[in-house]
């Protein structure tokens, strides 16, 4: 059963098929690529997907010679990686992909008779007269200076060079929409202006001018044709090296190319002659991706966390512009092998934060190594790198406590005691730990709401007295609320949760719980688990301390209305704010995701039929996208 995104997928695509054959497309190819690779996601059996755009009805239509289907894509080195593991070569056959106008030439005895555009991919426009104005469309095939009798098909790609686009064109939007644009124009006018790139030959009368993909690009150049460049991988990593190299130097191409093609050197006849050939994929290129320079790293402190943080050349990614991209820990940088200077691609794939993915091999290239900090710089402490983290392991250092104190006010929602006051009263040595926030008292509080002389005639300060309800108002709580709100590395109130749930609900429990243990639940490996524990070890005494005075009162686990319920909030609330609406479903038994995963209950959002990431996911996974007035009716019971 089709879904109505499904349907409005089918209409956009189907639109922008036909208004980029006629010469006038809409959108980016990058953007047509993303509403293709949804409905591919959605529904993989698509018709839609296995058929190419018709070209207008101003030309007669002729039949190609060879097949014209549109190829497998790969958007990222991941997807890549997938096909190439389905496709072992001992050579990976490298070409640029043109981003221009597919074109056959079909000759007779060396002699050209037509010229035809990609149609529907089986029938097309004859445009032999416009085709003739071109560059690089031979009338007549020579050879060493010998007439070559071939009969059959050659494909290559019309384009327009960034110097003709800007001398001649500038009112177009981009090469490839004025090249589809004047080799269709009746009058031809225009097309002396358009060059031609072959890549593909096809001999129907059984005669062989070539044996595999490399001679055939080696006679189409002896033949006096442009010719796609092509480069000879030994293995999938090579490819993916030499895509980020492409990236960084195709602003000197004269053309525009929107990726690669990569392909066996064998020539497949039965595996070309498919709609969408296997044996050969598009290795795309992203405006969401760029090759940068890194120019040094910094090193973010969190707590007592140091992440290194590459500062890059300014590029532009989605429309935004960006020069730095966190590095995560020392392992992930030196699994990249950064250094500065070091030439790096850098992604978005539309998540908000830009990640470095990948380092371009360059031989000759002049790096120097990056310096890691050695001491705390707040209290000289030796820092630990245990790879995943670089820390500084002393607890009582006061950028850790501050840390930690923010943290716990922020996860326990206190919100009356916000991040100036808590900076305030640790300065002044009020709040050494989290349990010294249970002990303010209001006459403690009214000099940070009062001066001295507001003090002498009023003594009494209503924002004092609020901040102290609303502290006192938080001292009952879920377990897994508490010990994220300890600041512990990789332990945050969902990940608690998880725990809680799998069988160590009460404090003394996850107190005592073993790395072996805590790794043998599910999504929990053992980096993260060591991690885990020695952060409660660390801060078993305060935690034991407050739930064994009578501090904190630790909720029964299990009960609410949302008891056994997850849910994530997407795009904005009418009645209340969505801390407020997140904080409802904790009171309620339930959990929160930050995102939609199988597991999910239900996504909240008051405009479930849009398009969004989201949305998509959750329709995928069979996830209830339901109202903001539904999630309220649910906490009705």
């Known amino acids: 059963m089709k879904t109505p995104r499904i349907e409005e997928l089918e209409k956009l695509i189907t639109r922008y098929q036909k208004s980029y054959y006629d010469g006038e497309g809409e959108i980016e190819d990058s953007e047509f690529d993303k509403l293709w690779d949804e409905l591919k996601e959605l529904d993989p059996d698509n018709p839609i997907l296995h058929k190419v755009g018709a070209d207008s009805g101003n030309f007669a239509k002729v039949k190609h010679v060879m097949p014209m289907g549109s190829q497998e894509k790969a958007a990222n ?55 003739r104005k071109m560059g690089g469309v031979n009338a007549v095939i020579y050879k060493d200076g010998q007439l070559v009798p071939f009969t059959g098909g050659i494909r290559g790609e019309v384009i327009m060079t960034h110097q003709v686009h800007k001398t001649y064109f500038p009112d177009k939007a981009n090469c490839r929409n004025a090249a589809n644009g004047l080799m269709k124009r009746k009058d031809g006018k225009g097309s ?82 498919r709609a969408r050939p296997d044996h050969q994929i598009a290795f795309k290129f992203s405006l969401e991706e760029a090759v940068t320079t890194v120019k040094e790293v910094e090193w973010s402190i969190s707590g007592g966390t140091y ?119 640790f300065n002044d040595k009020r709040l ?42 938080h001292r ?24 809680v749930d799998a069988g160590f609900n009460d404090l003394e429990k996850m107190l005592t719980a073993k790395e072996d243990q805590i790794a043998s639940v599910y999504g929990f490996a053992e980096t993260m688990a060591k991690t885990i524990v020695e952060g409660l070890a660390e801060n078993a005494a305060e935690l034991r301390h407050l739930v064994e005075s009578g501090t904190v009162e630790l909720e029964v686990e299990g009960g609410g209305i949302l008891a056994g319920k997850s849910f994530c909030f ?50 995928k996974l069979g996830i209830p996208v339901i109202t903001e007035e539904q999630f309220l009716e649910l906490l009705k019971g």
């Open 77 to 131: 080195p991941e997807q890549f990686l997938a096909w190439a593991e389905k496709h072992k070569y001992e050579h990976y056959l490298v070409e640029y992909k043109l981003d221009g106008a597919s074109l056959e030439l079909q000759y007779e005895n060396g002699y050209l008779v037509r010229a035809v555009t990609r149609g529907d991919g089986s029938i097309g426009d004859d445009i032999t007269a416009n085709a």
């Open 570 to 619: 997407t795009g904005e609330l009418v009645t209340m704010k969505r801390a407020d609406a997140e904080q409802l479903v904790k009171k309620n038994g339930g959990s929160i995701k930050s995102s939609v995963t199988k597991d999910l209950s239900y996504l909240v959002t008051n405009d479930t039929t849009s398009g969004s990431s989201k949305n998509v996911k959750a329709a």
């Open 307 to 425: 992440t290194p943080v590459a500062i890059f050349d300014e590029v532009e990614l989605n429309g935004t512009k960006v020069q730095r991209a966190s590095l995560a820990n020392p392992d992930t940088m030196r699994k990249l092998g950064i250094e500065i200077g070091s030439h790096v691609v850098v992604v978005k794939r539309g998540e908000i934060i830009p990640k470095i993915e990948s380092v371009v091999e360059e031989k000759g290239l002049v790096t120097t190594p990056v310096v890691y900090p050695c001491t705390c710089e707040v209290c000289g402490t030796k820092l630990v790198d245990e790879g995943s983290r670089l820390y500084c392991p002393n607890r009582n250092c006061d950028k850790r406590v501050l840390h930690q104190l923010l943290k716990y006010q922020q996860v326990i929602d206190i919100r009356d005691l916000g991040e100036t006051l808590i900076t305030s009263l």
């Open 432 to 473: 050494k730990s989290i349990s010294d926030i249970y002990s303010l008292q209001v006459e403690d509080l009214v000099p940070y709401f009062l001066n001295e002389e507001s003090m002498e005639a009023a003594k009494q300060s209503l924002g004092a007295e609020k901040v102290y309800k609303s502290i006192q108002s």
């Open 476 to 499: 009952k709580m879920k377990l897994a609320v508490l010990l994220a709100g300890f600041d512990i590395e990789d332990f945050g109130e969902t990940t608690a949760q998880k725990l």
């Open 192 to 273: 002396e202006y358009l060059k031609l790139i072959v890549y593909d030959a096809l001999s129907t009368n059984g005669v062989s001018y070539f044996n595999n993909e490399e001679e055939k690009i080696r006679w189409l150049m002896d033949c006096g044709f442009n010719t796609v460049k092509l480069v000879i991988c030994l293995n999938p990593d090579r490819v993916i090296a030499y895509r980020a190299k492409v990236m960084e130097e195709r602003k000197s191409i004269e053309y525009d190319i929107d990726g690669l093609v990569i392909k066996e050197r064998v020539i497949n006849l039965e595996d070309a002659s």
